[in-house]
């Protein structure tokens, strides 16, 4: 199977897909995790009626008419529980969090009060059954499901995780990856500067996609264009879940990497995708490691980690939204495009009154690693496209790390 369309192709690598197995970490160490199960309160909260105000706890009945004056039985601060019940003509000075006292229904702001003696105020507005009272269980009742397993934990997760006194939970684990680079022209990172050389940049942009994911891969260096070398690097590979090869999966005479792996016994399902950059793609599988053969151009690669690697990794551990968050924008300039391959420009994007604008960071060249280092999204080209002109509407997917910008968005 070769030359796929993009979903096509994502569609064969995520069906291949079967998530990792589970295991128990700590709440300080969940942060990023997928939750492998589902969580349950172990309480009401709040776990009485509570006032949502600093202010007095009054029976709504009194407040027929206002402006009232009522006697304060007793003061309530956050943490203490009632000792008196509120009768007709009387209320309790209560705090934000404290327990609503027996016979009062409804909390008056303490704005909207006014001293009259030590032991009186006058209430000036009349206020409902239930005014500023937080019901008991409004947040969670004891042993209803407040988080499910396949939820991704992001501090507010953790926020109520804690709230349960969850401890411990079981998660999905993390993948192990490891990245293999090949051929005679890289220089790696410790080695003295060649000119003729060509920096292995790639393992290291993989490397960092993969860190992006919450994922600490291995790099297991550069393997040179010599079928025996290869393969050895290949079975340290094929130890892992997942192993990203970097360069020799074009159809040169030197490219090795494909007559390698399927001779360690990797069932390839494509050699080819119909996108721009990232044509030569290739993805197949053991038992138990997926394996992906990367372009060796830098962006192609890391556009390839993108669209595949990075939603095979997610489902790997259990996430169920796999994919970058899309934005529509409006080309600043035109785009020229052939039909037949689905193409990802880098651009930057800016916002104005009528939302998103997409500039290209300049030659899209698949061996210009700028492009990406300044891109904020890749615009995406549809294969049957013959070009966009400036103004036109376009999707642009978000790389990782944009979900910042430098002034608000929103008017006040």
Known sequence: MEHLHVNEAQRVILESITQSGVETVKLEQSLGRVLAEDIRANRDLPPYDVSAMDGFAVRSTDMAQTPAVLEIIEDIKAGDLPTKTVLP?????????APVPAGADAVIRVEDTQAVAASRVQINKA?????????????????????????EITPGVIGVLATVKAAQMNVHRRPRVAILSTGNELEAIDEPVD?????NSNSYA??????????EPVLLGIARDDPLELEQFLKRGLEYDVLLVSGGTSVGVHDYVRPTIEKLGVQMKFWRVAMKPGHPLAFGHTDHTLVFGLPGNPVSSMVCVEEFVAPALRKMMGNRVLFRRTVSARLAHNIKHHAGRTEFVRVQLTRDEAGYLASSTGTQSS??????????GLLVVPAD??????????TVQLLDGTAFQDVPGFRV
């Open 385 to 394: 496209s013959t070009g966009l002109a400036a103004g036109a509407q376009a």
């Open 89 to 97: 003509g009387q209320c309790a000075r209560i705090m934000t969090g």
């Open 195 to 199: 000119l003729n050389k060509i920096p």
């Open 367 to 376: 061996g210009v690693l700028l492009s990406m280092a300044l891109a904020d």
């Open 206 to 215: 993989l490397m960092a996609q993969v860190q992006a994911l919450g994922i």
């Open 127 to 151: 206020v409902r059954f239930g005014n500023d009272v937080r019901p008991q269980g409004e947040n969670m009742k004891d042993g209803d499901v407040v988080l499910t397993a396949g939820t």
